[in-house]
């Protein structure tokens, strides 16, 4: 798998378990140690950008991360849906 780190956060990550995510098909199939829950990543992150260490380790890993938007795929539901095991 080209999924190195799975993170899921917020009330979300907080009230789901990861194997019913694996068993609907929300999530790829990774291996577990690889995903990790933070419920509450926002209050967490802003207690830790008071410090000026990781205030730089923040903005330097800004620069790095890619984000997609996964609606500017066509085919991106389509095979979404098909992908989920709801029945």
């Given at each position: 798998?080209?999924?190195?780190?799975?993170?899921?956060?917020?009330?979300?990550?907080?009230?789901?378990?990861?194997?019913?995510?694996?068993?609907?098909?929300?999530?790829?199939?990774?291996?577990?140690?690889?995903?990790?829950?933070?419920?509450?990543?926002?209050?967490?992150?802003?207690?830790?950008?008071?410090?000026?260490?990781?205030?730089?380790?923040?903005?330097q890993?800004?620069?790095?991360?890619?984000h997609?938007?996964l609606?500017?795929?066509?085919?991106?539901?389509?095979?979404?849906?098909?992908?989920?095991?709801?029945?």
């Open positions: 798998s080209e999924i190195k780190h799975l993170t899921i956060t917020g009330s979300f990550g907080a009230r789901i378990e990861v194997e019913d995510l694996l068993e609907l098909g929300v999530i790829p199939e990774v291996e577990r140690s690889r995903i990790r829950s933070y419920p509450n990543s926002a209050g967490m992150g802003a207690g830790m950008m008071l410090h000026p260490e990781a205030f730089e380790f923040a903005c890993l800004a620069e790095k991360v890619k997609i938007e609606n500017t795929y066509q085919n991106f539901m389509e095979r979404f849906i098909e992908n989920m095991k709801l029945g």
